[in-house]
């Protein structure tokens, strides 16, 4: 049904293929000349201008017109959800459909959008979007790798080249930063977010956003951010995805929404609901999230997208009786498009016919999507995004291979390193053993956009190229499977040949991302008996993990002499991975996620509230304390915690003062050393304490951190400032505000740094 149409690449060639009826609604139809081939030039910046074109083609629009605006559909293909089979190219064509997703690449969006814009009665054009969560082709280490990084120019650079790369393939639109704070290592998508901690979550979300929307929304490198899940979706109870959220309202605002907030302040103008049900209201009909606390308290003037049919899940949900009802209670809570529901298109005109729901909303609701249209030059150039040739240069540039592989050296997080198993020395015949030594597509890890196994390079390529081929003896040992042991005596023979064994284990990707969640945190199959047949060889054992969430490590720790946490470092992750444990580079990531000891101890995070009967940690369990009878409270790791090569020391701390007024500033200083014998980064962490407030305060809350990179023997001076503003928090009135007090400070390599000094914070 699509008529054939010339290459759009310019301005010229956009109004021949229709967007000239659009242009001419807009007022736009005598374009400069001198601008003529430069459609950027002619987008409209000015909020007024942005608004007066949008209202003049809202007055045009007829209510069904309106309501395609809020309809989101899926390519059949790429689906992320269960899909029904439809006939898009009439639903598109009839201009009952504003948006789609899962459309990849520049021939295909190019497809669709000359279906809207040669059929549809006003010719506007579709907004495409997709998940890029972690990379588009170039494909980074899995989100929560990332955040270990604690590299925040670094996620934004990766974003950036994710950017460069989905806007080069038609797509304007991210369904990302994933910003849900998890403290829930048995949900599947903990992989997806930067962890437990709301104060690394909220920089490393606003640094996405940047990264997205790069120098503006205008520019053909940049895509929209979409900010997600809203809210608290990642705490889902018993870790069990799509489940019941029972979070206090208190506990919503100091820990869940600020990342939100955050990422909506660095320009985020979407946001995408969670499928959760949120203290008994699902968050696609939360009318306290979407209209109080997104839209009036934090005066957002974006548009909200529902998730995959969560407006059509109201049903199962127990709070819409039918499409009817879910389409009344969605639309009045503040949901603008539906994505992939079916349910606006099916119900929502009726509703407002009968007068049953306000058309107020409507406009308010269309406005926000074609305010981004025009706002992403859409009406200008409808193809702008969709230029095969850009396309093919955009994808793997050398530049965002090697970001990537940077990104994955820093994303590790040694956890042992005893008696200097690591780094490998570079004469080291290796056993390379294990499932994922050699498995291109877990590197990538879930939700990997349109990487491909066939780009990422295995940890046994590259270490190969590093000693040589005849250093490097590859077994795989097992496979996931349970009960498979049928590599186990090939990869114990290569074992006894060599001088060092380095298994590679974990869990295959599909163990987490969406409806990927878990109960045992253990390596899955015959991984823990190839590790014990290789560690009774006697050779020294390194192990490198990937996967997508804390493991309960106990077993494989004991059963090894290093540990390397990888997680899934996506398409440079072999590279990377073979600089780390040949000790061209140090590691220097940190866990941005506590790692328990056990199921039993989760939740298990480090800023959690003391109790009225608090166990010592440094002491052995005692009656009617907050406790366990089996397993200690403490983790196995703790939020923040990471080793080097090199080793590190503070020295120097001092507090500029012992009383913070309530409008003043308090500087800490301190100096960091490398004191090891090898070049390294350490990741320097602020922590507070105030030991008594009108509500229970945290044992420790990250208020400070800086990533340092120093030579061996360097040193170098760290200073952090606090204001009474970053000691606020939400009181039992909803208030947000600092408390006056006494605070506790501790600076150091992680959550357990000790103690450097105390203040107090005056009244005003
Ligand atoms: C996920 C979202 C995603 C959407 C579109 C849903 O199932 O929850 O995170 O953006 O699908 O793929």
Redesign the pocket.
Known sequence: MTRPLPRFGTLRAALRCGAIAALALLGLSALPAARATDASAAIPTDPAVIDAQVSSLLAQMTLEEKIGQLVQV?SLSNA??PIERTNLEEQVASGQCGSM??IIGAADTRKWQEIALSHSRLKIPLLF???VIHGYRTIFPMNLGQAASWDIPAIEQSERIAATEASAAGIQWA??P?VDIARDPRWG?IA?GSGEDTFLGCAIAAARVRGFQGGGLDRTDTVMA?V??FAAYGAVQAGRDYNTTDVPEITLRQVYLPPFKAAIDAGAQTV?V??NDLNGVPCSANSFLLDQVLRREWGFKGFVVS??KSISQLIPHTIAADGRQACLLAYNAGVDMD??GRIYQTYLAGLIRSGKVSSAHLDRAVSAILRAKVERGLFVDPYRFSDPAREKAAMLRPSSLEAARVLAEESCVLLKNDAGALPLARTAHVALVGPLADSARDLLGS?AGQGRASDAVTLRTALTKTLGADHVAYAEGCSFKPGDRSGFDAAVAAARKSDVVVAVLGEPWYFSG?GNCRTHLDLPGEQPALLRALRATGKPVVVVLMNGRPLVLGDTLANCDALLEAWYPGTQGGPALAKLLTGAVSPSGKLPVTFPRDVGQIPIFYNHMTTGRPQPDDQPRIQYKSNYLDVPNTPQFPFGYGLSYTSFAFSNARLSSPTLPMNGALTVTATLANTGSRDGAEVAQLYIRQLWGSVTRPVRELKGFRRVMLRKGESTALSFTLRPSDLAFVHSDMTNAPEPGRFEVFLGGDSKAPKIGEFTLLPR
């Open positions: 899926s992320t959800g997703l899962n979007g997709y998940d369904f990302a994933m998508r997806e979409c997600k899940h995408m969670a499928f998730d995959w994505m992939e939700w969406e």
